[in-house]
């Protein structure tokens, strides 16, 4: 059951005319809602889960990806092969200090080199942020497009520069004239948090991720003390709450 051809066999099987009627009715649009979902549950393994958990999302999420790739061989486009293949060729291609006679020095400089290779692959007049999906949610989204610009040089000399931005930009915020200006001026201060995230190692959409698991488990914490209390959260004075919160906050690190 370990062996890659058996799973191409049941996916094959499952998809056969006389095989289960719910994945033979599956086309690639409809299949989308579950590759997301799968590709979340398998980041919730990643923060959360043991290995065996980690262990069966990847699974899941393998599992749509061979879908996908029937329903793209029934349709005679290309199958699973093609997709080995295609990613093959290009790790290969992008990583010429392994693969080829190319030196680095560090990890930077293989950024710097990847993003190069990843243009000479574009087609011409092809935008630099073209490839970034913008199905994606929109800090991963602000990051990976800031992140590509930065690999041409488009990027601040010193993360102090960007905190000084960032500072102007919650002025400009506060004497935003209306809710039209407030939301753009407020887009402008989440772009620049994103570039100081950049530069200083972290990944936004995962510290957001960690920051509300955070207040969901100090939340949660609030609430069992109330239940164990004989007291309703909402009958609290906003200086009880915050009380509460404090305490919660030394709990739940």
């Not at 370990?2 to 599956?26: M, N, V, Y």
């Not at 979340?40 to 061979?66: F, H, K, N, R, S």
């Not at 080995?84 to 990583?95: D, G, M, N, P, Q």
């Amino acid at each position: 059951m370990g062996s890659f051809d058996t799973l191409r066999e049941i996916i094959a099987r499952l998809r056969a005319p006389d095989g289960c009627p719910w994945d033979r009715k599956q086309t690639h649009a409809s299949l989308k809602p579950y590759l997301i979902e799968e590709c979340y549950e398998v980041l919730q393994a990643l923060d959360e889960g043991t290995p065996p958990e980690l262990c069966e999302e990847l699974g899941d999420l393998l599992l749509q990806i061979m879908l996908h790739a029937q329903i793209a061989a029934e349709d005679g486009q290309f199958d699973i092969e093609d997709v080995i293949r295609a990613i093959s060729e290009k790790l290969i291609h992008r990583h010429p200090h392994v693969f080829g006679s190319h030196k680095v020095k560090d990890a930077v400089e293989v950024e710097l080199n990847w993003e190069a290779l990843k243009q000479e692959e574009r087609q011409e007049g092809e935008s630099l942020l073209s490839g970034v999906p913008d199905q994606m949610p929109a800090l991963a989204y602000s990051q990976s497009i800031q992140r590509r610009v930065a690999g041409v040089g488009f990027d601040w000399e010193k993360v102090e520069d960007i905190i000084d931005k960032l500072a102007e930009e919650v002025a400009e915020l506060k004497q935003a004239p209306d809710q039209q200006e407030r939301a753009k001026e407020f887009g402008d201060l989440l772009f620049t948090l994103v570039n100081i995230a950049r530069r200083l190692n972290i990944d936004s959409e995962m510290a957001l991720r960690s920051a509300n698991q955070r207040f969901y488990q100090r939340f949660s914490y609030m609430e069992e003390v109330c239940r164990q209390r004989g007291v309703d959260i909402g009958s609290l004075s906003l200086d009880e709450q915050n009380a509460l919160w404090e305490e919660a906050k030394q709990r739940v690190k």
